[in-house]
Each structure stands twice: as structure tokens, then as C-alpha cells.
């Protein structure tokens, strides 16, 4: 019964531009993901984000195009810090967002009560995985839908869909780094910003990169070496959980926490429909406007193909992914690191 | 002879343009900046502080570097004939084509930065920061500039993007 009245699933995009905003929606975003130039979402990088303008402009051109805009307000305010996030949903409830994204439970709170009627949107951020998790989102905030962690495989989703209140959303492509949504603070060690709280992964103030005369590349986050490229290797964001370093048990430098290697589940795509998966997500707020229209392009046609019965048509993207490798990650097996 | 076969020859500018004295470009590299900046005034707002740093654009395969100080109301480009003397914030190396890509809107940044193809030292922020803020700008900065140039202008453009990397 409930293959009659699936509905076919969201493609949603990201934009860290208002020109990649407009190309994602001619390029068949059905949602656009952004956020604004400030704490308030967890890609708060140098000369990117939305100004006030810049979002009431988009999100009239992605209406008149029949696209909804989600607005990230995924991190977490620190104590005592909250007027930023409530300045952002008050202004994303005027200019009229369709959703907002959100993380913190006292953000969901105050946009719940603040703003009634508004749509929220679990954030990966969040970190929820399990049936507990959600419905408590779902129960006390009337969140609509769930960003999962990157960290179920597809039975696990499937399952999962039978026994929650809300759509799920997962992602299909882009940046891997999924070691603890949410959680993570080896930034923060590292140079005293918090990804969760001032949005910044890896701030590119505190990011070196030095070459030597043999053309090695060495990147460093403020004091801490996080790798070294030889000539001819390819390079990953200057990311502390995609560093290579020594430790004691090991000979040679190796890849501590994670490798640098980007999520294409391309191969899985018809079995994330069949699980039930509302909306899939496009990962790359800080990618350019030519990365948007090619994988958004890409993942438009493979997803009507599915929902039209034929075998996916999925372009080559690995050119698009970090250190030039792919991966299913553990939505193919729980054997992903 | 295919247009892209000439990537064979990507070396070839190298050594026919040096000959030619640095300042021969100087006017024209500022025109076409000028042009840029009142055509496009919002790149300014999205490099914030940034707009008052020092950029130097290595070109690989050219033999002379640029310097780029994108203030607003006063974009200034000065060419010089290598890197050795200059000071500069941030310096970004790759070949001619490949920036040719990134301000056609045809290349992404990260892709190119993974491949090893585009380089970056100095002031990472600001690179950036000039990198979000070029990608911003509607339709492309290549084209725009081959504008300015008229006929010949859009010929030599159409040109290089038939060329493969």
C-alpha cells in the first residue's frame, strides 16, 4: 500500500551563493539548502553565505521556479548567546524559508513557539539515529523530517522508516566527515572556534598550506600538521579527521580517524528509494557554482530515471570528490570504518 | 589540427611571450579589471576585509605573474616578470587554462585544489574569500572580459574553451 502512495523523492541542494542558489534550481533542485553569513549554520566560511537581501531575492526566484529553500540554522548557541539565532528565525519566517534546519533543541524550541507553524527539519547535526531519538524530535517539536547520520545502511533505514512520524532525508554525494555530527571538537582543540557553535570547520584563518622545493605540500591547522602531499597525491580538505599522522603502533604516517573520500551512493539509489527515503541530499554549501550544476544535474536525471522504472544514468562525478575517491560508507556495510 | 589538440602545446605561450616586456599587458589586464569591478560592485561586499589584500596569481605555463589588489573603486593589476621581488598576502599558482575555467564558472575550486592542479599559500582566508566572491559572479568573468574586447575578444575565448584540459 504504501508503494501506491509514495511520493517521488526530493533532490536537495546546496548553496553557499546566490548565483550557485540560481543554478541549483535551474539545474532541478526540488529544495535549496542555505544559510546565512554568520554562526547561525555550520558553514559559516570567509566570503560565503546569504545576506538579508541576497535571501529575499532567492527566494523569490526559487519560488516563481516551484523550489523550496530550507535555511540552516543547524549549530548551537552558546549560553547566554542566543539573540543571533533568534534574529535569523525571525528573519527567515519573514521572507517566507519553507523550512528551517535545525540542530539545537532550544532553537526548535523558540521557532516552535516564536513562530508557530513553521516547518522544521532535523539537522544532521543533531545527531539523531535512532526511533527514540526522532519521535522525541518529532513529539516535542513537530519536526517533519529527519537528516540522518551518515552512519545506517539501507536495511537499517528501511527499517527505521516503518517506525518513525516524519520523512527522512539522506545524503547521496559529497563531503564524508561524519565521525561524530554534531559532536566533533578537534577544531575547536585545535584553535579555539567550534564547529557547532561558530559554524567553522577547520577556519580557513588558521589553515597552511607550505610547499617545499620538491613540491611536497604540507597543510597545518594553527599549530598542528595535518598532512603532507607528495608531488602527483592528491589533496583533501585541511580537515583534523582527514590528517595522516604518526602514533606509536604504526611505521609509517597513516589516516588516524578518517580517509579523505567523498559519499556517492549512485550504486544504492534504487534501494534508497524502495526503503522509503523522502528527500536526498546533496552535500557542498562551499562547493562552486560549476560542482552545483554538474551534480545537480546528475542526480536529477538518476532520480527520474529511477522513479520512471529505467536504470540510473549517474554521470562520472569523481572528479568532484574529495581526494578524487568515493565511497558507499556504511550505508553499504557497517564494515566502513 | 583539433582545437584541443593544442593542449599538446601548453608550454608554447610560455616561450613565445617572453620576449615580450611586462608592462606591455599592464594596460590591458587593468582594463579589463576596471570593467569587472563596476560591472559586478557586490564582489566587493563578499570579500569583505579581504578586499584590501594583495593577491599574487602565479601562471604557471606564462612567463610573467600578476598582481591583483581588488580595493573598491581602485582594482589595480600590475605585472611583473617573475614572483622573486613582490610581496603579497596570498598567492595562488596554476596554469593559464585552468584559471581561465574557474572564471568561465566551468571549473570548480576544491576539485582543482584536490587534484593538485591549483596551489594556494599565504593568507588562506582571503584566497577564500576571493574565490566565493568570484564564483558569485553571475555568468562569467571570462566572458565579460572577452566583451570588453569585442569580435576578437570573443573569438580568442571561444577559442580557449575548445581547448581540453
Known amino acids: 500500500m504504501q508503494e501506491e502512495t509514495r511520493k517521488k523523492p526530493e533532490l536537495v541542494c546546496p548553496a553557499g551563493t546566490p548565483a550557485a542558489f540560481r543554478t541549483a534550481v535551474d539545474a532541478g533542485a526540488d529544495d535549496v539548502y542555505c544559510g546565512f553569513q554568520n554562526a547561525t549554520n555550520a558553514r559559516n566560511f570567509p566570503g560565503l553565505n546569504f545576506m538579508l537581501d541576497e535571501l529575499e531575492e532567492a527566494i523569490d526566484y526559487a519560488h516563481r521556479h516551484g523550489t523550496k529553500v530550507l535555511l540552516a540554522l543547524n549549530t548551537f ?205 546533496i552535500e557542498g554549501r562551499q562547493r562552486s557554482r560549476a560542482y552545483v550544476r554538474a551534480v545537480v544535474e546528475a542526480w536529477r536525471k538518476a532520480i527520474d530515471d529511477v522513479v520512471e522504472g529505467k536504470p540510473p544514468e549517474i554521470a562520472d562525478l569523481l572528479a568532484f570528490t574529495e581526494g578524487q575517491k568515493q565511497t558507499q560508507g556504511a550505508f553499504q556495510s557497517k564494515k566502513w570504518r | 589540427m583539433a582545437a584541443r589538440d593544442l593542449a599538446r602545446f601548453k608550454d608554447v605561450p610560455k616561450h613565445l611571450l617572453r620576449p615580450v616586456p611586462a608592462w606591455v599587458y599592464t594596460p590591458f589586464l587593468q582594463r579589463a579589471a576596471g570593467h569587472i569591478a563596476r560591472k559586478h560592485p557586490r564582489l566587493f561586499r563578499r570579500l569583505g576585509p579581504h578586499s584590501h589584500k594583495n593577491f599574487l596569481i602565479q601562471f604557471t605555463n606564462l612567463p610573467f605573474v600578476l598582481l591583483l589588489q581588488p580595493h573598491p573603486g581602485h582594482v589595480r593589476i600590475e605585472v611583473f616578470r617573475d614572483a622573486r621581488h613582490v610581496e603579497y598576502d596570498a598567492k595562488i599558482s596554476g596554469s593559464f587554462l585552468d584559471m581561465l575555467r574557474l572564471l568561465d564558472g566551468r571549473m570548480d575550486g576544491d576539485a582543482i585544489f584536490f587534484s593538485r592542479a591549483l596551489r594556494v599559500e599565504g593568507d588562506t582566508e582571503a584566497v577564500v574569500s576571493l574565490r566565493n566572491a568570484l564564483d558569485d559572479v553571475e555568468g562569467s568573468i571570462a566572458g565579460d572580459v572577452a566583451d570588453l574586447f569585442g569580435a576578437p575578444g570573443r573569438a580568442g575565448l571561444s577559442f580557449l574553451r575548445r581547448i581540453e584540459a
Open chain 1, 77 to 281: 548557541p552558546p549560553a547566554g548567546q542566543t539573540q543571533l539565532w533568534k534574529q535569523a528565525a525571525a528573519d527567515g519566517a519573514r521572507l517566507g524559508v519553507d523550512a528551517f534546519i535545525v540542530a539545537d533543541i532550544g532553537v526548535a524550541r523558540h521557532i516552535t513557539e516564536k513562530h508557530p507553524g513553521q516547518r522544521l527539519h532535523l539537522s544532521v547535526q543533531a545527531g539523531a539515529p535512532s526511533v527514540e531519538a526522532i519521535k522525541f524530535y518529532c513529539e516535542e517539536f513537530g519536526v517533519k523530517r529527519v537528516v540522518l547520520p551518515r552512519i545506517l545502511t539501507v536495511p537499517e533505514i528501511k527499517s527505521l522508516k516503518s517506525e518513525i512520524p516524519c520523512e527522512i532525508e539522506t545524503f547521496i554525494f559529497g563531503n564524508h566527515g561524519l565521525m561524530a555530527e554534531g559532536r566533533c571538537s578537534l577544531t575547536n582543540y585545535a584553535t579555539g572556534y567550534s564547529t557547532n557553535m561558530d559554524g567553522v570547520c577547520s577556519p580557513a584563518g588558521d589553515v597552511e598550506y607550505k610547499e617545499d622545493e620538491d613540491g611536497n605540500v604540507r597543510s597545518r591547522l594553527a599549530d598542528f600538521t595535518i598532512d603532507c602531499f607528495g608531488c602527483g597525491q592528491n589533496a583533501g580538505y585541511p580537515t583534523i579527521c582527514k590528517g595522516r599522522y604518526h602514533a606509536p603502533h604504526r611505521d609509517d604516517a597513516y589516516y588516524a580517524f578518517e580517509e579523505p573520500v567523498s559519499l556517492n551512493l549512485a550504486g544504492l539509489l534504487p534501494d534508497l528509494i524502495e526503503a522509503g527515503v523522502d528527500a536526498f541530499k
